[in-house]
């Protein structure tokens, strides 16, 4: 199984951009998909995630500002980041794992990620 990221760039405050996690080999219908986020000495920490029955989960503070969601036929997950804010400026990972756990959050439940895409919103 591979993951493809894709979409990250250079925004102004309260812009918006919209990643791409393109899957290879296996159905992501079928387990979970997040999306994790690094910056420079810090662990990496959990942004969203979908898992197989269509569930969402969100970090408090990506809450009402990003949507993660799925598209079968492409095999494609995205994650839709509006009103974003210069703390969001990150290296965006997504990884995925079958089955979903209930730790979803943490980066070691998950085996499988993509290449990551750079995120930065600054004026």
């Known amino acids: 199984v591979q993951l493809q990221a894709s979409g990250g760039g250079l925004v102004q405050p309260g812009g918006s951009l919209r990643l791409a996690c393109a899957a290879s080999?296996?159905?992501?219908?079928?387990?979970?998909v997040a999306w994790f986020r690094q910056v420079p000495e810090k662990e990496r920490e959990f942004v969203a995630a979908v898992r197989e029955n269509g569930a969402t989960y969100y970090r408090g503070s990506v809450k009402g500002r990003f949507t993660i969601s799925r598209d079968r036929a492409k095999n494609t997950v995205y994650l839709q980041m509006n009103s974003l804010k210069p703390e969001d400026t990150a290296v965006y990972y997504c990884?995925?794992?079958?089955?979903?756990?209930?730790?979803?959050?943490?980066?070691?439940?998950?085996?499988?990620w993509g290449q990551g895409t750079q995120v930065t919103v600054s004026s």
């Open positions: 080999g296996r159905a992501i219908s079928g387990g979970t």
């Open positions: 990884a995925a794992r079958w089955p979903h756990t209930v730790r979803y959050q943490y980066a070691d439940e998950y085996s499988t």
